[in-house]
Antibody, heavy 122, light 107 residues
Framework: EVQLVESGGVVVQPGGSLRLSCATSGFNFDDYTMHWVRHTPGKGLEWVSLITWDGSGAYYADSVEGRFTISRDNSKNSLYLQMNSLTTEDTALYHC???????????????WGRGTLVTVSA | EIVLTQSPGTLSLSPGERATLSCRASQSVSSSYLAWYQQKPGQAPRLLIYGASSRATGIPDRFSGSGSGTDFTLTISRLEPEDFAVYYCQQYGSSLTFGQGTKLEIK
C-alpha cells in the first residue's frame, strides 16, 4: 500500500523557519516526481512546489519562490520542504503528493498524505 | 497562468440524486489535462478523474468526467452518503492550478 505521512507542522512566528518532512512507502520513490500542496479554508488547494524523481529539477509557486526549498533523499524515501521568512499567508495544511506516472513532472497526483498543519502567528 | 473557476460554490442535493459540477478554464487546457479530486475534512484529497474522463483506480463508475478545451464537468450519477464532500478540479497542461472547489452538501 502506498503511504505518505507528513510531519513537522507547528506554530511559528512571522519571519520564522520550519522544515516539513514526508515519509513514503509502498512504491519506488526514486521513480516519481513529488509535490507539496497546501490547503486553506479560504483559498482551497494551492500547489506549492515539486521536485523531479532524481532531484535535478525543482519548481515553485510564485508565492513561495525564494523563501521555500524543496528537497528529497531517495535513500530514505523522504521528501522535505524548508520554509523560511514565513508570513501569516503561509498558514495552511501542507500535503505531500505523489505524481500519477513515473518520470514526469507537472502531472496529476494519484496519492496524497493527510497533511501537517503549519500556523504562522505572533 | 490558467485560472479555473468552479460552479456552483455549494450544491445541495439528496442521496440518490444526480450531481453535476462544472470547471471552466480561462484558456484552453491542452490535451484535456484536467483532473478531479474529492476531499473530506481531515482526510487526504482523493484522485477521482484524470485526463478529463479517465477514472482513477478503485473509483466507482457513478463518477464520470467529461469536457475539453475550457469546459469540464464532473457528474455523480446517483449520490451515496459518502459522496458529500468538497470537489476540486486541477489542470496540469500548463504548470499546475486548482479550482476553488465545490462543496457538495446534503439537502
Amino acid at each position: 500500500e502506498v503511504q505518505l505521512v507528513e510531519s513537522g507542522g507547528v506554530v511559528v512566528q512571522p519571519g520564522g523557519s520550519l522544515r516539513l518532512s514526508c515519509a513514503t512507502s509502498g512504491f519506488n520513490f526514486d521513480d516519481y516526481t513529488m509535490h507539496w500542496v497546501r490547503h486553506t479554508p479560504g483559498k482551497g488547494l494551492e500547489w506549492v512546489s515539486l521536485i523531479t524523481w532524481d532531484g535535478s529539477g525543482a519548481y515553485y509557486a510564485d508565492s513561495v519562490e525564494g523563501r521555500f526549498t524543496i528537497s528529497r533523499d531517495n535513500s530514505k524515501n523522504s521528501l522535505y520542504l524548508q520554509m523560511n521568512s514565513l508570513t501569516t499567508e503561509d498558514t495552511a495544511l501542507y500535503h505531500c503528493a505523489k505524481e500519477g506516472d513515473t518520470r514526469r513532472m507537472f502531472w496529476f497526483s494519484d496519492v496524497w498524505g493527510r497533511g501537517t498543519l503549519v500556523t504562522v502567528s505572533a | 497562468e490558467i485560472v479555473l473557476t468552479q460552479s456552483p460554490g455549494t450544491l445541495s442535493l439528496s442521496p440518490g440524486e444526480r450531481a453535476t459540477l462544472s470547471c471552466r478554464a480561462s484558456q484552453s487546457v491542452s490535451s484535456s489535462y484536467l483532473a478531479w479530486y474529492q476531499q473530506k475534512p481531515g482526510q487526504a484529497p482523493r484522485l477521482l478523474i484524470y485526463g478529463a474522463s479517465s477514472r482513477a483506480t478503485g473509483i466507482p463508475d457513478r463518477f464520470s468526467g467529461s469536457g475539453s478545451g475550457t469546459d469540464f464537468t464532473l457528474t455523480i450519477s446517483r449520490l451515496e452518503p459518502e459522496d458529500f464532500a468538497v470537489y476540486y478540479c486541477q489542470q496540469y497542461g500548463s504548470s499546475l492550478t486548482f479550482g476553488q472547489g465545490t462543496k457538495l452538501e446534503i439537502k
